[in-house]
């Protein structure tokens, strides 16, 4: 591992380094592309985040009932001191008692996770956030991808992420389980600073 690939991997686990990181790399307009073209939010809804981080999400959504999990105390900590009340936070990996044990939820995210988890972790995922959902209920995922022609500087960034598992778009998509309906899935290229995201929503009928 070269020592810039070390370096950015030790600056993004601490929550400071996180967030300059997605300062730099323009994760204002990605959250807001996200909200505005895919989740389209309106104030009630149960919204479920897996993988939370800081839930720094929760700054672009409405009045919402909010609940994140996520492995990282430095992420959760800072989650809890920005939005207090806003939203129920959780540091531990959601696993199928907790989604047993809460409400169903009209929405789950699963942003910039997948691409950290080997294929039967992802699968998992996708089988918590069906049986969280309510029916009609939607799933969002967000990851870097891989994808012939892109611009070589977003190919290398996406190189030096700490997910091993970042993947192509159909590679993403074949992790999607036939219970869920595919409603939407698209790749947007960025150009400042170059990067490629692949953006997928899932339906549960």
Known sequence: MSQLTTGLRSLLGSQLGYRV????????????DLIKDFVCPVSGLKILDIGCGPADILAYLPNVT????DISSSYIDGAKRRFGSRGSFACREI?????????????????????????????????????ALKPGGRFFTL????????????????????????????????????SFEISRAEV??????????????CTRP
Not at 156 to 177: C, M, S, T, W
């Open 21 to 32: 990181f997605q300062f730099v790399m323009g994760a204002h307009s990605i959250r807001k």
């Open 143 to 178: 990851d870097p991808c891989i994808k012939a022609g892109q611009n070589p500087i977003a190919r290398f960034i996406i190189k030096q992420d700490r997910g091993q598992n970042v993947r192509k778009e159909n590679e993403y998509i074949a992790l999607v389980p036939q």
């Open 66 to 69: 909010y609940m994140g999990f």
């Open 95 to 131: 696993v199928s008692e907790d989604v047993e044990n809460m409400p169903k939820f009209d929405i789950v995210l699963a942003l910039g996770l997948l691409h950290h988890l080997d294929d039967e972790e992802a699968r998992n995922i996708f089988n918590l956030a069906f049986d």
């Open 188 to 201: 947007r290229h960025r150009t400042w600073i170059p990067y490629t995201h692949f953006y997928l929503e």
